[in-house]
C-alpha cells in the first residue's frame, strides 16, 4: 500500500479493470498492485468506481459507471440489489452464478493445498431450477419511521432497515403474509422497537411456510415478555390471514448479539410446523433450524444419500444433526442411526420426528459430537458410516481426531463453507480418499455454495 497511500484518498475515482471475483461475489482489480473490492462487478469489465474504505493491504470501492459492460451481466437485476443482503450475486446470470461457485470450490482447495488435491474430481454445481422465490422463511426487522411502518432487511453495512417486501428470493407466501400483518399491526397500535431508546416491544417478524402444506408459523420477537392486544391480533390474524396455523412469541431483550432470545412460547395454534422432504415428515418448532430452500434440500439429501450407498447392515452417525432431517431420510435402508446436535430444542424435535415417522432404529442426543462420539465408541457401537453436516467453522477438531482413530468406512460431508472444508481435508486424507466432490446451489443469488464430499477409507 506504500505506493498509493499518499495518492488515494476515500472518494478518490479510478477507472478500473475487473480481473476476477471474489469469495463474497465482488469484483477484484488492482491498482498499482492494490487489490481494490468493488461489489456488483464482474470480471472483464472496465467501470468507473469510488473508493470508500483504505486499508492495510488493500481498497474498497463501489462501482460509479460500467464503461464496458460483461455478457455475463443480468439485464434485469432486482430493486433491492446493492441495499440488502442476500443478493451479491443478482447482478450475474445464472449458469454463470453455478460455474462461479464450483470455482470457489477448486479456490478453496488450491488455497489450503490437502494432500493430492489437484487430482480431486470437483463436478459441476447442481442448480436450482426455481433460482428466485425461493427462501421459506422471512425473518425481517420491523422499524416505525414516522407514520410508517417499515418491515425488512438491514440495509447492508447499517442497522438501517430497508423495505424489503418484494424480496426477490423469498417464498411468495411469506411476503403475503408479512404485507397482511402490518395493517393490523398498525391499526392496533402495538409499539414497535426503538433501537435508540431500547423502547417498544415488536422487533423482528419471522414467517416460516411449509411448502408442501402451503402453511406457515409466525413468530414476533418482542423487546419484553408483554405484548399488547394479543387477542385482538391473534382474532384479525385468524380472520385475514388463514395460512398462519401457529403464533408463537419470542422474548429477547438484548440489542446485540442473536436474533432469537432463549423464550419461546405459543401463543395461538399449533406447536409445530410440519414440512415433508422425500416421502418423510418433520415437525418444525418456531426456533428450529431447518434449510430454507426445500427444493434443493431434496436434491441436496440425495446426492448425499447416493453417496453414502446405505446398506442394511450399516450404522450410521448423523453428527450436527439439527431436527433430524438427513438421518431419518435414509433410516429404513439401515440398520442403526445415532446422532447428535448442540441444540436441545433440535434434539427434541429430532426425537419427535423419529416417532412420526415411526422409526425404531434412530436416536438423537444433546451434546457437542466430540463430546458424543469417543461415549458412542466405548458403548461399543462400531459406526461403519459417518455423514456430517457442520456450521460455517467446520468440523472440531477433537472429532477429526476421534474419526481418524475411529475410521468408519464410509464417510460424507456436507459443508456450506468450502474454505473449512478444504482445511479440514488436510487431516482427513491421512486416513480417507477423497472419491468427488459436488458443489450445489442452495442458495442462488448469493456467493453461498453447499458442498457434498464423498470420502472413502484407504
Known amino acids: 500500500m506504500k505506493n498509493t497511500q499518499n495518492t488515494i484518498k476515500v472518494g478518490t475515482r479510478l477507472k478500473l479493470t475487473i480481473k476476477r471475483m471474489g469469495i463474497n461475489g465482488e469484483g477484484i482489480a488492482y491498482y498499482q498492485n492494490t ?175 411449509s411448502v408442501h402444506f402451503q402453511q406457515a408459523q409466525l413468530t414476533l420477537i418482542t423487546n419484553s415478555r408483554k405484548l399488547p392486544h394479543k387477542r385482538q391480533l391473534i382474532a384479525a390474524i385468524n380472520e385475514q390471514i388463514p395460512a398462519v396455523i401457529s403464533i408463537a412469541q419470542n422474548f429477547n431483550p438484548k440489542d446485540d448479539g442473536p436474533l432469537w432470545g432463549d423464550e419461546t412460547n405459543i401463543l395461538w395454534g399449533k406447536d409445530y410446523l410440519q414440512e415433508k422432504i422425500g416421502n418423510k415428515l418433520f415437525n418444525l418448532s418456531p426456533a428450529a433450524f431447518f434449510q430454507l430452500n426445500p427444493e434443493q434440500t431434496a436434491k441436496l439429501y440425495q446426492t448425499a444419500i447416493t453417496a453414502l450407498n446405505p446398506q442394511a447392515t450399516d450404522i450410521v452417525v448423523d453428527a450436527y444433526a439439527g431436527v433430524g432431517t438427513i438421518g431419518i431420510s435414509l433410516a429404513e435402508q439401515v440398520q442403526q442411526v445415532i446422532g447428535g446436535e448442540i441444540i436441545p430444542a433440535a434434539v427434541e424435535d429430532a426425537n419427535l420426528n423419529v416417532q412420526q415417522n415411526q422409526l425404531n432404529n434412530v436416536r438423537y442426543q444433546v451434546g457437542a459430537v466430540e463430546e458424543l462420539y469417543p461415549q458412542w465408541l466405548q458403548q461399543g457401537i462400531k459406526p461403519t458410516a459417518l455423514i456430517v453436516d457442520p456450521p460455517r467453522v467446520g468440523l472440531n477438531s477433537k472429532f477429526i481426531n476421534f474419526i481418524n482413530q475411529s475410521q468408519p468406512q464410509k464417510f460424507i460431508y456436507i459443508s456450506c463453507n468450502p474454505s473449512t472444508l478444504a482445511r479440514d481435508l488436510k487431516e482427513l486424507v491421512k486416513v480417507y480418499q477423497v472419491q468427488w466432490l459436488q458443489p450445489l446451489d442452495m442458495f442462488p443469488q448469493t456467493p453461498h455454495v453447499e458442498v457434498v464430499a464423498k470420502l472413502i477409507r484407504k
Open 35 to 209: 487489490l481494490i473490492f468493488i461489489p456488483q462487478a464482474l470480471p472483464g469489465e472496465i467501470i468507473l468506481s469510488e473508493i470508500t474504505t483504505i486499508s492495510h493491504n488493500f481498497l474498497r470501492a463501489k462501482l460509479i459507471k460500467i464503461i464496458n459492460s460483461s455478457k455475463l451481466r443480468n439485464p434485469n437485476p432486482p430493486q433491492l440489489l446493492g441495499k440488502v443482503g442476500g443478493l451479491e450475486l443478482a447482478h450475474l446470470r445464472y449458469p454463470q452464478q453455478l460455474k462461479y461457485k464450483r470455482l470457489m470450490v477448486t479456490e478453496a482447495l488450491r488455497h489450503f493445498r490437502p494432500d493430492g488435491y489437484h487430482s480431486y474430481v470437483v463436478k459441476p454445481t447442481i442448480g436450482a431450477n426455481h433460482p428466485w422465490h425461493y427462501r421459506n422463511k422471512a425473518q425481517f426487522q420491523l422499524r416505525q419511521v414516522g407514520d410508517q411502518l417499515i418491515c425488512g432487511l438491514y440495509q447492508t453495512g447499517t442497522q438501517k432497515v430497508v423495505d424489503s417486501l418484494n424480496m426477490p428470493t423469498q417464498r411468495p407466501l411469506t411476503l403475503k403474509i408479512l404485507k397482511l400483518l402490518l395493517p393490523i399491526i398498525q391499526a392496533l397500535e402495538i409499539p414497535i422497537y426503538n433501537p435508540e431508546q431500547h423502547s417498544g416491544i415488536i422487533k423482528t417478524l419471522v414467517v416460516r411456510e
